[in-house]
């Protein structure tokens, strides 16, 4: 099953509701695609030793892994962390991150700079290019198991916005603005 993914109505509401304009307005794996935003479904129950999974991470170099339990009875300081989280911010590096349980979202910002939200669930792989605006929060099902993967050693330095100076985002504006010749607007 495909990702589902829709630009989001703007609203101080609960950040785990769905956030859905009405009528919904759906985004599409291209649309996601041409963000830089990747993705894969995979089998969640073999995330421990998945071929598949192997043959991603070594195409693309992810060489460590770790898993991390976000659920409020296994996280200290549970509800700063998803503050934290929730922060419109960028890396310098990619974020890739495989849901093996549980659910929640990522928001990514689209070219017109609305927030697009990404549900994800169980067997989901997503990557996130360097340099492209973005926040996670929980659904209401309150509780995710996430595997990240690295190239390397583990980075995960946020950059609150604005960052439009740094060279990750610089380098992502230039791609998607060469890619595709939109740019992407900041505020």
């Not at 041409?34 to 129950?45: A, R």
């Not at 922060?87 to 310098?92: L, P, S, V």
């Not at 290019?129 to 099902?141: E, K, M, S, V």
């Not at 595997?147 to 060279?167: C, K």
Request: proline residues 6%.
């Amino acid at each position: 099953m495909a990702i589902e993914a829709w630009f989001m109505q703007e609203s101080d509401d609960d950040q785990r509701l769905p956030h859905h304009k009405n009528p919904p307005e759906y985004v599409s794996l291209d649309q996601l695609a041409d963000l830089g935003v990747l993705y894969w479904n995979l089998d969640p129950k073999k995330y421990e030793n998945d071929p598949e999974l192997n043959k991603i991470r070594q195409s693309r170099g992810y060489s460590y892994t770790d898993l991390l339990d976000l659920c409020p009875e296994k996280v200290d300081n549970y509800e700063q962390k998803l503050k934290n989280f929730y922060t419109e911010h960028i890396h310098a590096d990619e974020e890739i991150r495989y849901c093996v349980e549980g659910s929640g979202y990522f928001d990514v910002r689209g070219k017109d700079d609305r927030w697009i939200r990404i549900s994800i669930k169980a067997g989901d792989l997503i990557v996130l290019p360097a340099g492209i605006y973005h926040r996670f929060t929980l659904d209401t099902n309150n509780c995710i198991k996430l595997m990240r993967l690295f190239v390397g050693e583990p980075v995960w330095t946020p950059f609150n916005r604005p960052q439009e100076g740094h060279p990750a985002r610089k380098e992502y504006v230039k791609t998607v603005t060469e890619k595709f010749g939109l740019p992407v607007k900041a505020h």
